[in-house]
């Protein structure tokens, strides 16, 4: 069972910066797709940005130009939120995909995604 355990989100106003983190297992390595998702009130849950095992990334384009997803040497990830805007509200989950292999970040996009954070609510204030 993959635990990743977030950080506390937080309230910002537009504008503004957040940066989210999560914890990963020492087992996860590079065979592994990660990602961020949120989810809105009355929302469908929405893939944010996904990193793959050799490093690269895909961006939702909502989000282009305005998050980064990013790992650490041990595997945890990051999510560094600039420009934020109102509808970024959300609840913000990392997950995790074993894929067997090293992918790149846009075919990361396309899994089911099984093994979740806890969550971490993000406000932003217009």
């Known amino acids: 069972q993959v635990q990743l355990v977030q950080s506390a989100g937080g309230s910002v106003q537009a504008g503004g910066s957040l940066r989210l983190s999560c914890v990963a297992p020492?087992?996860?390595?590079?065979?592994?797709?990660m990602g961020w998702f949120r989810q809105a009130p009355g929302k469908e849950r929405e893939g944010v940005a996904f990193?793959?095992?050799?490093?690269?990334t895909n961006y939702a384009d909502s989000v282009k130009g305005r998050f980064m997803i990013s790992q650490d040497n041990s595997k945890n990830l990051y999510l560094q939120m600039n420009s934020l805007k109102p509808e970024d509200t959300a609840m913000y989950y990392c997950?995790?995909?074993?894929?067997?292999?090293?992918?790149?970040?846009?075919?990361?996009?396309?899994?089911?995604?099984?093994?979740w954070g806890q969550g971490t609510q993000v406000t932003v204030s217009s």
């Open positions: 997950a995790a995909f074993r894929v067997g292999l090293a992918l790149g970040g846009t075919s990361c996009r396309q899994f089911k995604y099984n093994y």
């Open positions: 990193i793959g095992g050799d490093g690269t």
């Open positions: 020492g087992y996860i390595d590079s065979r592994y797709c």
